[in-house]
């Protein structure tokens, strides 16, 4: 049992999870009646009536938002918000709590297998804005892509800003990948059936290493890119479409680039913002998925796009009803929890290619 990702819930997160679980159960025919009430956002989406549920709260209740008084706070309420909002499994086979070592220090990591025996392997990189998240936050999201997927998972707790400002996540990330490459036959796994994933900033992460390994003699199946963060050098229609309102904002993005960042002129660096990398040819197949209501929408779509114009293979969900995050709440709503599951396809699909 992995003790690094085990969360208690406080009474009062106990209480709103119950409440927030409660609108996941809503029968269908109401569920659609409710659908008819909610926000049409400018491509026709209406946003999902769960999904708005969370928005409202996350805007006017403090323990509900993403950023709050200080880096700390923020840190431990998103691990418990996650688990108010996330699905529950049953103990895995194989949870197994890591340390990956490199030259700048140790990484922690864990391991999970459903049965023992996965069907390839997914190393995971979380999201929050390369200063929040963490391998608990991301407990419920891996383990549903494992489930649904059956791969394994390494999920890696990356170093973070503003201890520790780019380019630590990226050294880090890289290093975890040739980790899990060298380490996927100890596991019965082929080397050639790993997967990159990762949501939001760990989407950046994944594409960023993505390219970092072009040309080796390993490199992922798949990149797995949920709602990726790929070019913070400008700003696209959607950031301004959901400034506020939509559980990430415009205003969070701009305290995680700067707090990420040493300066703003690293913001071209591919590393940075892979979008602006010089030749994205011959880089591994992509599976991406865009939230209908999140302002990173369109620079993740522009990404799918570029990879296909550079002959890259690449496939896109537009989950038009989602917000921003919603990997990470699955059991609020039938939708988000159908696309989850349909991102472990992909993942099996992509394995299943590997022969």
């Known amino acids: 049992m992995s003790r690094a990702t085990a969360v208690k819930l406080p009474l009062r997160f106990k209480i709103q999870q119950s409440v927030l679980r409660g609108a996941g159960k809503v029968p269908a025919p109401l569920l659609k009646a409710m659908s008819r009430l909610t926000t049409v956002n400018s491509d026709g989406d209406r946003l999902d009536p769960a999904m708005a549920l969370v928005a409202t709260a996350s805007a006017y209740i403090p323990s509900l938002a993403l950023v709050g008084k200080s880096v700390d706070v923020s840190r431990h309420t998103l691990e418990l918000n996650s688990v108010m909002m996330a699905q529950s499994f049953d103990a895995f086979a194989v949870e197994e709590d890591l340390i990956i070592e490199t ?4 990484v922690p990591a864990t391991r999970y297998s459903v049965d023992g025996t996965g069907r390839g392997l997914i190393v995971f990189f979380h ?3 390369f200063v929040l998240g963490s391998r608990a936050s991301h407990d419920s999201a891996v383990r549903a892509l494992a489930v649904s997927s059956g791969a394994d998972v390494l999920s890696v707790d990356y170093r973070l800003a503003p201890e520790h400002q780019f380019p630590a996540a990226v050294d880090d990330c890289l290093a975890a990948w040739r980790f899990a490459v060298k380490k996927a036959p100890e596991w019965g796994i082929d080397p050639n059936a790993v997967v990159v994933a990762g949501d939001s900033a760990g989407g950046n992460l994944s594409a960023v290493v993505a390219q970092q390994v072009k040309g080796e003699a390993v490199v992922p199946c798949l990149q797995l890119l949920i709602y990726p963060v790929v070019d913070m050098s400008r700003k696209r229609e959607s950031i301004h479409e959901f400034s506020t309102g939509y559980f990430l904002t415009e205003a969070q993005i701009d305290y995680f ?8 002129e690293q913001l071209s660096d591919p590393r940075v913002s ?3 990398a010089d030749d994205l040819s011959g880089l591994a197949p992509a599976h991406v998925i865009v939230a209908g209501f999140d302002p990173l929408r369109d620079e993740g779509l522009e990404y799918a796009d570029a990879l296909e114009k550079a002959g890259v293979p690449v496939t896109v969900e537009r989950s038009g009803g989602m917000i921003h995050g919603f990997l990470n709440m699955a059991a609020l709503s039938p939708a988000a929890n159908a696309s989850v599951i349909r991102m472990g396809e992909a993942v099996a699909a992509a394995v299943r290619a590997v022969g």
């Open 103 to 106: 030259d700048a220090g140790p």
């Open 127 to 129: 999201g929050g804005g």
């Open 257 to 264: 680039c700067d707090t990420y960042l040493e300066s703003r």
């Open 274 to 276: 892979p979008l602006l």
